[in-house]
């Protein structure tokens, strides 16, 4: 495969001609659960993503693996309402959107049976060269008689057999293009231990998997797998877990094989990052519904669908339920429950085909979390000092403990407490508090999640990061802006900004300071920096169930997600110093939403209050890492960077303590300290940190104290949403590319 395969376009959009475009065509605005959706996401799972994993599925694995491309399926979404004029017109609007981002030859559509205009994208297929379609539900002749026959499937396998037929007229295309990317001699070939790596298994949960090893052993593709007999499939209804941990170790493995350590840096994950898939019910249903109240009946249905998930997934039904509601009643329910945690699993394929990565879906939670978790959003979010921070710390342990307890079976906890790579968590679960043993999950790991409840949003993130792609260059602070908000008359905020500024020659980013969101606009604009930071207060609200800046607290003005969305106002890359700014427990309008709507790729916030110093000081330390970066870059990734300058600050933080309260100076300079940091960078040492900490607080005082869960924590407040795990520093990328590409 020759590295003029892979087109550049702008520095920032990366596409194949061999790549292969999928099209939804229906009436929706946006991703919403429903049949059609449903249906399309489920037969996207049996597509390849490329013509050339027909030709060599595992070269294609390899090949993405050795130059840093990550690929997924190349997705759209063509309303319906394009086809009300011509054919022609609609192609148009196609093209021009399609052309923006890739130079794809095939395109395939998945088209919604209930669509008002059959008649025009017959017609409009028929003006596309290379296009196949499928049609969901069961159309009828009155839709079909729309369409050339010839072009439609029904499967992953009937599309590559319509693909195959036309391959000399696509090679001749491709080569008329300009490309040198031969697939004429299309022999799709399956590694003969294929069926062995990857077993198909009659368990929804274990699909995700199976699909995802088929992007690179094509054993699907090879020999459509033979329907379970009945036994097999009670069999594996039960083993779901055993099943999934299997699956992931032999994706693991399937990387390791191309694992080549001349080109992996010695901190670098040594496994591709997990999707742990985390479902929460949706705690505040009843705000939904206004100024609507549920009777009891309706209290007991929003009850048995949000049914809590055992280890091994079975469903816990209380006496309550079945008392309230009938058998079949709850039986519906439950199927309804089924059929959203399976869309679920069709999100999470969808970003694990990015970087061929395994999937981990863990028990869903709901009510047994609640109260709890609520916690957070009363009295534990309002404290302004030491006492009420400590608190708050206090009850997040207690949280992890709960969510491991709840979530995580003993297996599971094992393959994680061994497993190197980083974890992207569908969830709306704070999972970064989460305990596998005496630590919090982000202590051991790099964690960065996608918000559950926006579905939406979930595949926007997707896309985002199948369509462009984002490079951290070595002037990275150069291109850093700090935007710096709060009323003139907020003394205490005016001297932390003065303390950042102070260090804006030797760093060398830029700052302003706002009071209005035009000013905010205005600045954004003019800098356009690669990682926008903003210094300011925060908070949420809870009518609408929201969050939002506080640009100047004296006069009332905010900073919405409307405001971000309309003004455009975002980085690559955004860093959130203000308080409660994630908030947890059922908040639908985050800001985090909105800067990916805006064009983020990841956006690090906050769960809770952050005292003005500490907050400041990690900003500095942040920035003076990435000073160093502009050297030789040892991070793989942003989620690597910002996951390790957090845990850091619990180091640093808890020792600065222990030197107040003894009345010494200041001093983290020195080698004990350094060796720590460094340590830190590398998982297998993370938890022997601690305990050469333990016993550096014993050498600054006798009496220090030493039980983890009173160091300072204020790292663990911090969460880091979207897919940083793809955000990679150009340099590492360079540096760890096949020499070829040199």
Same mark, same amino acid.
């Given at each position: ?61 390899? @090949? +993405? ?48 049976? &209930? ?15 290379f ?19 010839? &072009? ?20 001749? #295309? ?19 231990? #294929? ?22 052993? #094509? ?14 499939v009670?069999f ?7 099943i ?29 990052? !997990? ?6 019910h949706?705690?505040?249903?009843? =705000? ?11 209290? =007991? ?5 949000h049914s ?48 061929n ?18 916690a957070?959003?009363?009295? /534990? ?9 400590n ?10 403990? /709960? =969510? ?8 599971v ?7 190197d ?8 679960l704070?999972?970064?508090? /989460? ?12 964690? +960065?999640r ?22 951290? &260059?070595?002037?990275?602070?150069k291109?850093?802006?700090?935007v710096?908000? #709060? ?26 300071? +706002? ?20 210094? +300011?207060?925060g908070d ?16 009332g ?38 800067? @990916?709507?805006?064009?983020a790729?990841?956006?690090?916030a ?49 020792i ?54 009173? @160091?300072?924590?204020?790292? !663990? ?26």
């Amino acid at each position: 495969m020759a590295k003029e395969s892979v087109v550049y376009l702008k520095g920032d959009l990366v596409s194949s001609i061999s790549e292969i475009q999928y099209t939804l065509i229906s009436k929706e605005i946006t991703y919403m659960p429903g049949d059609f959706f449903d249906s399309a996401f489920s037969l996207l799972r049996e597509f390849p993503k490329s013509l050339l994993q027909l030709k060599d599925s595992w070269h294609f694995f390899n @090949f +993405c693996y050795r130059w840093v491309l990550r690929r997924g399926i190349n997705l759209y979404t063509f309303q319906d309402i394009f086809f009300s004029n011509s054919a022609h017109e609609a192609l148009v609007l196609f093209e021009d959107l399609s052309k923006f981002y890739n130079k794809d030859l095939v395109r395939v559509f998945i088209i919604d049976a &209930k669509i008002d205009h059959h008649q025009r994208v017959g017609e409009f297929l028929k003006l596309i060269p290379f296009s196949y379609f499928h049609i969901t539900g069961a159309p009828g002749d009155e839709i079909l008689n729309n369409y050339d026959q010839w &072009k439609r499937f029904s499967n992953g396998h009937e599309l590559i057999s319509l693909i195959k037929n036309d391959l000399p007229a696509i090679d001749a #295309a491709i080569q008329e293009s300009g490309g040198n990317v031969l697939i004429s001699d299309f022999k799709l070939f399956s590694n003969q231990h #294929a069926n062995e790596l990857n077993p198909f298994h009659a368990n929804a949960i274990a699909e995700t998997n199976y699909f995802i090893a088929n992007q690179s052993l #094509a054993n699907f593709w090879f020999n459509r797998p033979k329907p379970p007999t009945a036994d097999r499939v009670y069999f594996f209804r039960n083993k779901g877990m055993g099943i999934q941990l299997d699956q992931i170790q032999k994706i693991d493995g399937m990387h390791l094989g191309n694992h080549d350590d001349s080109h992996v840096s010695p901190i670098a994950p040594v496994n591709p990052s !997990l999707i742990i898939v985390a479902p929460y019910h949706f705690p505040r249903t009843e =705000m939904l519904y206004g100024e609507y109240t549920l009777d009891e009946t309706g209290k =007991m249905l929003v009850r048995a669908t949000h049914s809590e998930q055992k280890h091994n997934y079975d469903f816990i039904i209380t006496p309550e339920m079945f008392s309230s509601l009938s058998q079949v009643a709850v039986s519906t329910l439950l199927e309804i429950e089924e059929k959203h945690l399976k869309n679920l699993d069709h999100l999470a394929y969808l970003h694990a085909l990015l970087n061929n990565s395994p999937v981990l879906r863990l028990p869903a939670v709901g009510r047994s979390i609640d109260v709890q978790l609520s916690a957070f959003i009363g009295e /534990l979010s309002e404290y302004v000092d030491d006492k009420g921070k400590n608190k708050a710390v206090d009850k997040i342990h207690v949280l992890g403990e /709960l =969510m491991s307890k709840l979530l995580i079976h003993e297996n599971v906890k094992s393959i994680l407490e061994e497993r190197d790579g980083q974890l992207v968590c569908m969830t709306d679960l704070p999972i970064e508090w /989460l305990k596998l043993g005496s630590y919090p999950l982000s202590l051991t790991h790099d964690v +960065c999640r996608i918000p559950e409840f926006n579905l939406s949003s979930v595949i926007n993130i997707y896309i985002k990061n199948q369509r462009m792609v984002f490079r951290i &260059k070595p002037d990275i602070v150069k291109k850093t802006l700090i935007v710096h908000c #709060a009323g003139k008359n907020d003394d205490d905020m005016q001297e932390v900004f003065d303390l950042i500024d102070d260090c804006q020659g030797s760093l060398g980013f830029n700052s302003v300071r +706002c009071v209005t969101v035009e000013e905010v606009s205005i600045a954004v604009k003019k800098f356009n920096p690669d990682l926008l930071i903003f210094d +300011c207060h925060g908070d949420f609200e809870e009518k609408g169930l929201s969050s939002f800046l506080t640009l100047d607290f004296d006069n009332g003005v905010e900073l919405t997600g409307k405001d971000i969305i309309e003004h455009e106002i975002f980085a690559p890359l955004v860093f959130i110093s203000a308080c409660r700014t994630q908030p947890n427990y059922g908040y639908v309008k985050l800001l985090s939403d909105a800067f @990916f709507q805006a064009g983020a790729f990841s956006v690090t916030a906050t769960y809770l209050p952050i005292l003005d110093y500490s907050a400041a000081s990690l900003l500095i330390r942040m920035l003076s890492e990435l000073k160093k970066e502009s050297g030789d870059s040892a991070f793989m990734n942003w989620l690597a960077f910002i996951a390790h300058t957090l845990r850091t600050s619990l180091v640093i933080q808890t020792i600065q303590k222990v030197q107040l309260d003894n009345n010494l100076v200041i001093d983290t300079d020195n080698a004990a300290v350094s060796k720590m940091l460094a340590d830190l960078k590398l998982f297998s040492n993370r938890e022997k940190v601690i305990l050469e900490l333990k016993k550096h607080l014993l050498t600054i005082s006798s009496t220090a104290d030493i039980l983890f869960e009173n @160091f300072e924590q204020d790292w !663990l407040f911090y969460t880091t949403m979207g897919r940083a795990d793809l955000v990679y520093f150009e340099k590492w990328v360079l540096a760890h590319q096949p020499e070829i590409i040199k």
